[in-house]
């Protein structure tokens, strides 16, 4: 008898199915308007729940109500630096929250500041602050008297691979990249033996992208400049040919291109030819709503 439980239970554990992981684009954009795309924001879904958001720039809340995304399921935001439009839609979501069942509460990371940016906690508290914040009225999810607390937390600028959050079987890393003058980071999302990196924006100068996404299932690429770039574009963005390189350097399953500007759209091919100079894996280009499967 004993023999068949043991027998049982070894059998349930070798056929317990692998986690499902999927990356849902919310904003497959840049900051300007007029290609009907939102700014830069992601979801990855582990079994069917949403658990990590990556960056959350202007449209990106209509996107996240039209996927069906809820605000409860959330166990983290990344924020992979400070610009506008990766940030421009947190408070709508934060003030959105107050109308769900949320009462767990919710970490936010985000780079430390210097002397042109503030860090991430600085940033939340100029938001959100009771008495000075620019919406002071939701200090209480600062300070522990709303449903849940609101808990930012600036991520150490270093070129070194850390990890920054660990629960269950979700795991996060993350590394500094260069990106202009701004603090910038780049984050790489593992559940199980999959896994998501998200480069966010930079221009590769630091090397330290291809070895957070070593062997990673998906890159998300951040496209923002075409061939041929250069001046402050190309200290603050990957040429295509860069990005190909990362990619290619990293071994990376498949590479997905987001952060889709006027000056990058309908050169889709001129890029994908540029990239295939040394990644010869499979590349798509990101549509708000998008979704994408690890196998
Ligand atoms: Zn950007």
Known sequence: MLKHFILLLVFTFTTLPASTLSLLILGSGGPEMGDQRASSAYIVKVDGRSRVLIDFGGGASLRFEEAGVHIEELDVILLTHLHIDHTADLPA????????????????????????????????????????????YMGDYLDGRAAFRLRAKDVRKSRKVHTIYRKGDLSIQAVSVHHGPIPAMAYRV????????????????????????????????????????????????????????????????TLILSHRMLRTLGRESETKKEIRKSYKGKTAFADDKSLYNVR
């Open 93 to 136: 979501l934060m003030k959105a929250s107050f109308f769900t069942p949320r009462s767990r509460d919710l970490e936010l990371f985000g780079p430390e500041g210097n002397r042109v940016m503030p860090g991430t906690r600085t940033f939340i508290k100029r938001l959100f602050e009771n008495r000075d914040g620019a919406w002071q």
């Open 190 to 253: 593992n559940v199980g033996k999959k896994s998501i990196t998200f480069s966010g924006d930079m221009n590769g100068k630091y090397h330290t992208l291809e070895r957070l996404a070593k062997n990673t299932d998906l890159l998300l690429a951040h496209n923002a400049v075409p061939k041929g770039a250069g001046g402050p574009a190309a200290d603050l963005h990957m040429t295509p040919y860069t990005i190909g390189q990362i990619a290619s350097k990293a071994n990376a399953g």
